[in-house]
């Protein structure tokens, strides 16, 4: 988001609340503040903005500037590895059913008695849950960075967005 008054907005908006109730959570006279707020036509005063960053829960370094807080891109980093590990596994595990699959169909004189096409049909299914989990995966890994931040901003818990 690109200035203040747009971020004001957001947080009013993801509370939904108006901007009268805003102004009044906030202990502000009017709902014709919070209106040039978001306008931009007026700057809240810093004691305004540790109020909103308390009340709903927003950092307040997104709030004023825009870009994530140092401890959100630290968490972020924490998490990476964390995401990208079970990505690869969800990868093997496909590789290894695919695998599987095939030695089935190449190979039936194998195939233990009992064993019906139905079983192998079940794997192909299982083969196909992972590659649609791990699509959702990678869709999710490959988001824009800053839609992520700014999500996390917004959601975390004032214990972690006070460094």
Same mark, same amino acid.
């Given at each position: 988001?690109?200035?203040?008054? !747009?971020?004001? *907005?957001?947080? =009013?908006?993801?509370?939904?609340? #108006? *901007?009268?109730?805003?102004?009044?959570?906030?202990?502000?006279?009017?709902?014709?503040?919070? #209106?040039?707020?978001?306008?931009?036509? =007026?700057?809240? #005063?810093?004691?305004?903005?540790?109020?909103?960053?308390?009340?709903?829960?927003?950092?307040?370094?997104?709030?004023?500037?825009?870009?994530?807080?140092?401890?959100?891109?630290?968490? /972020?980093? =924490?998490?990476?590895?964390? /995401?990208?590990?079970?990505?690869?596994?969800?990868?093997? *595990?496909?590789?290894?059913?695919?695998? +599987?699959?095939?030695?089935?169909?190449? !190979?039936?004189?194998?195939?233990?008695?009992?064993?019906? @096409?139905?079983?192998?049909? +079940?794997?192909?299914? +299982?083969?196909?849950?992972? *590659?649609?989990?791990?699509?959702?995966? !990678?869709?999710?890994?490959?988001?824009?960075?800053?839609?992520?931040?700014?999500?996390?901003?917004?959601? @975390?818990? !004032? =214990?972690?967005?006070?460094?």
């Amino acid at each position: 988001m690109t200035n203040l008054g !747009n971020r004001i *907005q957001s947080v =009013r908006k993801d509370a939904k609340l #108006s *901007q009268s109730d805003f102004a009044d959570r906030l202990g502000l006279s009017s709902p014709t503040v919070i #209106s040039r707020f978001e306008r931009n036509e =007026r700057q809240p #005063s810093i004691e305004t903005l540790l109020k909103l960053s308390n009340l709903f829960g927003t950092d307040l370094h997104w709030l004023i500037t825009g870009d994530p807080s140092p401890k959100t891109i630290e968490i /972020v980093s =924490r998490l990476l590895p964390y /995401v990208y590990s079970k990505s690869s596994k969800v990868s093997s *595990q496909i590789l290894d059913l695919e695998k +599987k699959a095939d030695e089935l169909i190449k !190979n039936p004189v194998q195939v233990k008695k009992g064993f019906y @096409t139905h079983d192998i049909a +079940k794997i192909y299914n +299982k083969i196909r849950e992972l *590659q649609d989990l791990y699509k959702t995966i !990678n869709q999710l890994l490959y988001e824009d960075l800053s839609e992520i931040l700014t999500h996390i901003e917004k959601n @975390t818990h !004032n =214990r972690y967005a006070h460094p």
